[in-house]
């Protein structure tokens, strides 16, 4: 991509912001090198790589690479198997935790599980923290300048034999310094050459015996070193010593643990700066509130709602521009300060960083074309030195476009042919218009020329857009609208300023008639063109109503099936409820018959009944909705079923079924119901015991009940081993079990419906 045009549109400011979102210096120098790239798929990539940066920063926050920094220098010298000093090995430590938090970081996982992979989870897979190092490393050395006292126990020894001399040291210089209190300047201690020494007032010199280190500018105060702790001094400097050879040998280990880690290190750093500089693209995509363009090999831009990214919020208004599929060349016409410039850049400049992997101020679904070449003739190309005109200098560089442009390139002219003659300006803009059009460049122009407005609408492939003004306001609205070429505002505009009627009609005669009448013709469009765009804003809005409108029918629709539905289950649930208390009276009917009447066939009729209902009763209970809604009237049946007297039953009010005791007078429902979620049968044997558990299942089961206990006890188990056998004939119940321990164990059966 030619410099110029980076230049002229301004990328290296998009870059400078690009570089302030990295936290490395590599990371930076990566920002600060990007150009824009023609490969397609090294294109997609990089956009791929900073969406999915974005993606992780949504939802994990930011990660910083602050520690990442170029060690090439360390690692040169772990080739040549030199050793390292504290400050270069506590930079690899630094580096290696920084690697550590990033593959903590890169862990894609979400509440515990692996979530689906991105184009960045090969980076963070790939980085190596290597722990043994850094904590060698990071356990022997506190800062650049501090080694710690345990990096070995011969340094520790050392550091502590250090102390005890300096602690006799001090004790005795305490003593000699009170005891020539009178021969001192001061009472205190001062270093002069590394020495303790005694600040002794220049008369009193012979007064205190030592070593002679230093003397004060006056002269008055001499600095001596006392006898007594020349030896102290002399051991410190042999400890001294032996530190720093201990110390350097302990470099030396940990450099060996390096030199066989350099190779890693290295690619820990390459993959850091790389991460850095992605994450750095989608900082820059969060700021700008960008998107990733759709990028395409077929000369298609279509930018939607795009803003400059260099332009403040509130000053930039978005542009709708198009380029490439209906036609080639573009010809955007209007007032001065109207936003042309502005559109053409922006049209260049998102494409430069499309190109560059970087998202775009635009709404999502955006196209960009990907180009060989971007060329731009924008600005004011005047040339003091080389005494080139403005028209001048814009032609040479014009001339520079139309001998390199190809069928690859994106051509931007601002104000094409200016700075001339009007007449051949035009000329000239047209011809080179036309050459670029017919060799297949992408082209956008502006112009205020009404020969390039009709050359538009009489060029296939080539089409006229304007920005609009608003006369009222005399301002620019700065929206592009594409199809019609812009209107001059002249005399509108001066009329409004208050320039005289006669002079503005005066003017009016000065215009030829095509001029005037073409002029005309496109205030008619605009004027068609503003009353299609009310009406389309209306229809909108119409559409927008019947959309709600629509959903609120399918709403109120949702709404009544849903009604429907709970009544048709109230109605079953009601159904069940005369059927169980049906049932009920049923029983109790047989039960009072049973104990007035003395013939066993007449009690086996009734049981044989009994059970029959019984039977039809777990069958409804199993039936679909439909079959139970054409069986709703089966209640009220059996309720009038049981409402007659008996057999040789008197109508005394006393026994069930009589006039005046209806069933339906005592119906309740189901879930009313009280029936005890567990039954006692001790004492009882097998026999007795499965008949009550008959009629205890059946009604727990209607009753919806899921699980009912049966107290048997422990006993022999003879009891137990009955109702276990009992329960495994029952095609009711799913699983039954002896209880916890210390809910009842052995002497309790679960069971499960």
């Given at each position: ?262 190779e890693t290190i290295a690619a820990d750093i390459r993959l850091m700066s790389h991460l850095d500089f992605v994450f750095a693209k989608a900082g820059l995509s969060s700021k700008m509130k960008g998107e990733a363009p759709q990028i395409n090999d077929k000369g298609i ?43 053409l850049k922006t049209v260049g400049l998102l494409t430069l960083m499309a190109q560059s992997g970087l998202h775009i101020p635009a709404f999502q679904n955006s196209r960009i074309a990907v180009f060989e070449e971007v060329y731009a003739d924008i600005g004011d190309e ?363 164990g052995d002497a309790i059966t679960v069971v499960e419906f």
């Amino acid at each position: 991509m030619n410099s110029k045009a980076l230049k002229t549109l301004e990328y290296d400011k998009v870059i400078g912001m690009l570089t302030d979102q990295a936290s490395s210096d590599p990371g930076r120098k990566l920002c600060r090198e990007l150009l824009p790239s023609s490969d397609i798929n090294e294109i997609r990539t990089a956009l791929l790589e900073t969406t999915d940066a974005a993606s992780r920063i949504r939802e994990k926050g930011h990660l910083s690479f602050g520690d990442t920094r170029d060690l090439s220098a360390s690692l040169k010298r772990l080739d040549i198997q030199a050793s390292l000093s504290m400050s270069e090995l506590l930079h690899i430590s630094r580096l290696l935790s920084n690697v550590k938090r990033a593959r903590s970081y890169g862990s894609h996982e979400k509440d515990g599980e692996a979530s689906s992979l991105d184009s960045l989870e090969g980076y963070f897979h790939t980085l190596d923290d290597i722990p043994t190092l850094n904590r060698a490393i990071s356990s022997c050395i506190i800062d650049e300048d501090t080694m710690a006292d345990d990096a070995s126990p011969e340094l520790k020894s050392i550091r502590r034999k250090r102390k005890s001399i300096t602690d006799r040291m001090h004790t005795e210089l305490n003593a000699i310094l009170n005891a020539h209190r009178m021969y001192l300047q001061d009472a205190v201690i001062a270093i002069r050459d590394s020495a303790y020494c005694l600040p002794v007032k220049a008369e009193y010199k012979s007064q205190v015996a030592g070593v002679i280190h230093d003397q004060s500018s006056t002269g008055s105060t001499i600095f001596i070193e006392p006898m007594a702790v020349i030896r102290f001094n002399n051991e410190l400097r042999e400890l001294d010593a032996q530190e720093k050879t201990e110390i350097a040998k302990i470099l030396d280990h940990l450099s060996e643990l390096a030199i066989p880690c350099r190779e890693t290190i290295a690619a820990d750093i390459r993959l850091m700066s790389h991460l850095d500089f992605v994450f750095a693209k989608a900082g820059l995509s969060s700021k700008m509130k960008g998107e990733a363009p759709q990028i395409n090999d077929k000369g298609i831009t279509d930018l939607k709602q795009a803003r400059h990214p260099l332009l403040s919020g509130t000053k930039v208004v978005p542009i709708d521009i198009k380029i490439g599929e209906d036609y080639d060349l573009l010809i955007i016409t209007g007032p001065n300060t109207g936003g042309k410039t502005v559109s053409l850049k922006t049209v260049g400049l998102l494409t430069l960083m499309a190109q560059s992997g970087l998202h775009i101020p635009a709404f999502q679904n955006s196209r960009i074309a990907v180009f060989e070449e971007v060329y731009a003739d924008i600005g004011d190309e005047q040339s003091i030195e080389q005494s080139l005109s403005t028209f001048s200098g814009h032609m040479r560089n014009i001339v520079g476009i139309v001998n390199r442009a190809d069928v690859n390139s994106l051509c931007l002219f601002d104000e094409l042919g200016a700075g001339t003659d009007p007449t051949e300006g035009a000329a000239l803009a047209i011809s080179v218009l036309s050459f670029l059009h017919n060799m297949g460049a992408k082209a956008i122009a502006t112009t205020h020329y009404s020969e390039l407005k009709v050359y538009a609408l009489t060029t296939p492939g080539v089409e006229n857009a304007s920005c609009e003004f608003d006369v009222e306001t005399l301002r620019p609205t700065y929206r592009i609208l594409t199809g019609i070429p812009g209107k001059s505002n002249a005399f509108a505009i001066s009329r409004r300023l208050g320039l005289p009627e006669f002079i503005i009609d005066d003017a009016g005669k000065h215009i030829e008639k095509n001029d005037a009448a073409f002029e005309d013709l496109i205030a008619k469009l605009n004027e068609e063109r503003q009353i299609i765009e009310r009406d389309r804003i209306e229809i909108e809005k119409n559409r927008r109503e019947i959309e709600e409108l629509k959903k609120r029918r399918a709403q109120q629709d949702e709404n009544l099936d849903e009604r429907k539905e709970r009544l048709l289950r109230q109605a079953r649930e009601e159904a069940r409820a005369i059927l169980i208390e049906a049932k009920t009276t049923a029983d109790e009917t047989i039960r009072s018959i049973n104990k007035i009447t003395s013939d066993p066939a007449i009690s086996k009729r009734l049981e044989k009944e009994r059970a029959r209902i019984r039977s039809g009763l777990k069958q409804t209970m199993e039936q679909t909705p439909e079959e139970e809604d054409r069986n709703l009237d089966m209640a009220s049946r059996l309720m009038n079923a049981w409402s007659g007297k008996g057999p040789d039953m008197k109508d005394d009010g006393k026994t069930p079924g009589r006039k005046g005791r209806m069933p339906e007078q005592h119906t309740t429902h189901v879930r009313s119901a009280v029936i005890s979620p567990e039954i006692n049968v001790i004492g009882k044997n097998v026999d007795e015991a499965c008949a009550e558990l008959d009629k205890y299942l059946d009604d727990a089961l209607l009753a919806h009940l899921p699980k009912v206990r049966i107290i048997h006890g422990r006993g022999t188990g003879a009891l137990r081993n009955g109702i276990h056998a009992y329960l495994r004939r029952q095609k009711s119940v799913r699983h039954f079990h002896l209880a916890e321990f210390d809910d009842g164990g052995d002497a309790i059966t679960v069971v499960e419906f």
